[in-house]
């Protein structure tokens, strides 16, 4: 079966990005290097533009729209970071957005969706359907749904930030990439597999919600209630019908890790790295830390996927 995306896709998705997105840091951490025993690179989508790697997607799929839909605008669903990336992708090219955020999504993430000039819907995460409201949503004001993760333009979108990090850090033995719906770790998968065919790419999510692991092993999408997780942008139900099939064929392994390692992620990024990032884009950095996966003596990359956290919320976790 062919996949929903080429390495074209997204090299032609980092040209409808150059001086648009930024090409954020890869950065590196003796101390890290020291505790892992391996050389590991960090590229750190915290520093893109509306603070996660979410712009990528949201951009290229919009861009890409017709006159007449751009006219129409979108709608998309969002617990934050795809809803920040479409609200800014809309203001930059002149749509209107219309974004599906739970009632509980993280308040800067809420702020910031405003801001950007979207207008906001707000639904309960464990009881209502996300999709089905902006479905009726699109389907009664002709705007176009653009899905966080199961879109091909999406995907292709995301991949840039693997394609980047391979362009600075040449062939790389491991890829470590957080995982929800697998919109980002399916691009960063057909990246790696044409950048650097030997680097094995493995996805990590949160313990509370392990529906990819468990698909992944079983063959199949596994469909889980909604997890409740600090990692908000990873409280996903399943696996796109567009993401699996990449994952399935290109993603080595999953692993998890608990709440507590994602705060002890955090703590260590804040402290000794000095920088912010939420407990969604710490998944891949706790996964090296707590040797998830074996590391040692090998070359690794890791995307730290999003900083959008509340700064009260940080505090605490610090404290």
Do not use: W
């Not at 915290?46 to 996660?52: H, K, L, T, V, Y």
């Not at 002709?142 to 062939?171: C, N, R, S, W």
């Not at 929800?180 to 680097?199: E, M, N, T």
């Not at 692991?213 to 063959?219: A, E, F, Y």
């Amino acid at each position: 079966m062919a996949l929903a995306i080429s390495y074209e896709d997204i090299a032609a998705a980092h040209r409808r990005l150059q001086g648009v997105a930024h090409r954020t840091p890869v950065i590196r951490s003796q101390t890290v290097n020291g505790l892992t025993g391996a050389s590991v690179f960090f590229k750190c989508e915290n520093f893109q533009r509306m603070g996660a790697f979410k712009f990528r997607g949201a951009y290229n799929a919009l861009v890409k729209l017709t006159d007449a839909q751009k006219r129409l605008g979108v709608c998309a669903f969002s617990s934050g970071n795809h809803a920040q990336g479409i609200a800014l992708s809309a203001q930059i090219l002149g749509m209107n957005a219309t974004i599906v955020m739970p009632q509980d999504s993280p308040a800067i993430k809420m702020a910031a969706t405003r801001a950007y000039g979207a207008q906001v819907i707000s639904y309960d995460r464990y009881r209502d359907d996300r999709e089905a409201i902006s479905r009726q949503l699109a389907h009664e004001q002709g705007m176009t749904l653009i899905p966080p993760y199961d879109h091909a333009d999406v995907m292709a979108g995301q991949g840039t930030a693997a394609k980047e990090l391979f362009e600075e850090t040449g062939p790389l033995d491991l890829l470590l990439v957080c995982l929800g719906g697998g919109g980002l770790i399916s691009g960063c998968a057909v990246a790696a597999a044409a950048l650097s065919p030997g680097c094995r790419v493995i996805g990590v999510e949160p313990k509370a919600g392990n529906d990819a692991q468990q698909s992944k092993r079983l063959g199949r999408i596994v469909r889980i209630d909604t997890p409740r997780t600090i990692a908000d942008g990873a409280q996903t139900q399943a696996l796109g019908q567009l993401t699996f099939p990449i994952i399935d064929a290109l993603v080595s392994d999953i692993v998890t890790v608990s709440d507590a390692e994602l705060i002890d992620a955090m703590r260590f990024a804040a402290a000794r790295m000095k920088i912010v990032v939420e407990p969604t884009g710490a998944l891949a950095m706790a996964a090296a830390l707590q040797s998830k996966v074996e590391i040692r003596g090998l070359r690794v990359g890791v995307i730290i996927s999003g900083g959008n956290i509340d700064i009260a919320q940080l505090a605490s976790y610090l404290a």
